[in-house]
T-cell receptor
Framework: GENVEQHPSTLSVQEGDSAVIKCTYS??????FPWYKQELGKRPQLIID?????GEKKDQRIAVTLNKTAKHFSLHITETQPEDSAVYFC??????????FGTGTRLKVLA | EAGVTQSPTHLIKTRGQQATLRCSPI?????VYWYQQALGLGLQFLLW???????NRGNFPPRFSGRQFPNYSSELNVNALELEDSALYLC????????????FGPGTRLTVT
């Protein structure tokens, strides 16, 4: 069945360090992988996405990598700042305009 | 550009009642998605509407239903409410033209007592 596993569930890093969140998907038909950031009490916001024809995408301090063979993708945040503290969700789209979300990673950036 | 809007912000119902939640997509977007986010948990896909039709639904009982209107706004109805239906219900929209980005509304917090 369709499933997205996300690890770790919580992650604490010192300000300025890097953070990495990993996701694995099950449906090989998935071809779009967005990442959302959800701050406390707010809506999920799309922060970066990658399509299956690309292996890596960067946007300033954030990057996403995709390994289609292994069916996993990762979010990398460099030079973390306190405002990066939030819950991050990965998702995969098994080709039907439907997203399957990971269970979320609570990132805490310690000042 | 106005974002996705949802109403009401909060809704309190008792067990067995019905709840109706509303969503207005971004102008020009034809697809609307509904998700349930229980406290501390991830987002569970509920329903997808496009061009007025239900295109897909998640693993939820039939008492979760909805519709999409000609102006692409959408309504989620939950009948025979149960305590475990208490959650944040999020609506998202996309252009439905082959792009996949979904943009979320602020959600409706449903509390069932």
């Amino acid at each position: 069945g369709e499933n997205v596993e996300q690890h770790p569930s919580t992650l604490s890093v010192q300000e300025g360090d890097s953070a990495v969140i990993k996701c694995t998907y099950s449906d090989s038909a998935s071809n779009y992988f967005p990442w959302y950031k959800q701050e406390l009490g707010k809506r999920p916001q799309l922060i970066i996405d990658i399509r299956s024809n690309v292996g890596e995408k960067k946007d300033q301090r954030i990057a996403v990598t995709l390994n289609k063979t292994a069916k996993h993708f990762s979010l990398h945040i460099t030079e973390t700042q306190p405002e990066d503290s939030a819950v991050y969700f990965c998702a995969a789209n098994p080709g039907t305009y439907k997203y399957i979300f990971g269970t979320g990673t609570r990132l805490k950036v310690l000042a | 550009e106005a974002g996705v809007t949802q109403s009401p912000t909060h809704l309190i119902k008792t067990r067995g009642q019905q709840a109706t939640l509303r969503c207005s997509p971004i102008s020009g977007h034809t697809s609307v998605y509904w998700y349930q986010q229980a406290l501390g948990l991830g987002l569970q896909f509920l329903l997808w509407y496009d061009e007025g039709e239900e295109r897909n639904r998640g693993n939820f009982p039939p008492r979760f239903s909805g519709r999409q209107f000609p102006n692409y706004s959408s309504e989620l109805n939950v009948n025979a409410l149960e305590l475990e239906d208490s959650a944040l219900y999020l609506c998202a929209s996309s252009s439905g033209t082959g792009t996949y980005e979904q943009y979320f509304g602020p959600g409706t917090r449903l509390t069932v007592t």
